[in-house]
């Protein structure tokens, strides 16, 4: 057998299956992000139905035990008037920002998990309605992408968030920065209710996070608003 002959087929073989793995490794790592992504998209229309019919629900329970008395129904409205925040709505909630088609139930926590979701609230931060700053972080081009178009957000577009509370909180964006992950003065928090949308920038890359800054709007701006 000639062995010198052999030895360069068995190095040709060699490379030849190793670039096949590297070609197939490397479609793997192409394809992964569309498939969770649709995965994903798939579960999370089933999660928004669970949620409206959850609401509804409590919205017809609600109606139902505000039958009575004209002076349980006035005091009942007064209360409503003096409370920004429902005491009893709690996570999650929804997100909606109608200028980039983004519609999300957003979970409590910022951990890999949590994320894998879908958006986290962070939880050393204050929940939505409330006075100071509500954070929010989602994934830009993985498991769903829920932020992926985030840097398309303009000021003065609008974001929703929706309790199970029946409360729905608007908030109009202020502002959008690109800082390193290691910049924690964005969280500080505010004297008013504020919201925080974070995530990574540019695509595909984790070297800054793309923050997004919004202020609630309170009864008299949504008036002049609707008169504009």
């Known amino acids: 057998m000639d062995t010198k002959k052999s030895f360069p087929d068995k190095k040709r073989k ?29 579960r999370e229309v089933n999660i928004l139905t669970s949620w409206n019919v959850e609401l509804a629900s409590l919205q017809d329970t609600s109606d139902n035990k505000e039958i009575g008395s004209t002076d349980n129904k006035e005091d009942s409205r007064l209360e409503k008037d003096t409370k920004l925040v ?35 609230f962070y939880i050393n931060s204050t929940l939505p309605g409330e006075v100071g700053k509500c954070v929010v972080a989602g994934h830009r081009t993985t498991y769903g992408a ?21 409360e ?11 800082v390193v992950p290691q910049d924690m003065s964005v969280l500080e928090n505010t004297n ?3 919201l925080l949308l974070s995530t ?3 695509k595909y890359f984790s070297t800054r996070r793309l923050i997004i800054f919004a202020k609630i709007l309170g009864e008299k701006d949504i008036r002049n608003d609707m008169e504009q």
């Not at 729905?168 to 690109?178: G, L, Q």
Request: charged fraction near 25%; proline fraction near 8%; glycine fraction near 6%.
């Open 168 to 178: 729905e909180f608007t908030y109009i964006v202020t502002d959008k920065k690109a």
């Open 146 to 166: 829920p932020f992926n178009r985030l840097d398309e957000l303009e000021e003065g577009d609008k974001i929703f968030l929706e309790t199970l509370g029946n």
């Open 200 to 202: 990574c920038t540019p």
């Open 86 to 120: 429902d005491p009893e709505k709690k996570l999650p909630f929804k997100i909606s920002i109608p200028e980039i088609d983004l519609e999300w139930i957003v979970n409590e926590g910022t951990d890999y998990r949590t994320l894998r979701e879908g958006p986290g």
């Open 192 to 194: 008013y209710p504020s």
């Open 14 to 42: 060699i490379i030849r299956y190793l670039g096949i793995a590297l070609i197939i490794i490397g479609l793997a790592i192409i394809i992964y992000p569309f498939y969770t992504n649709l995965i994903l998209a798939r």
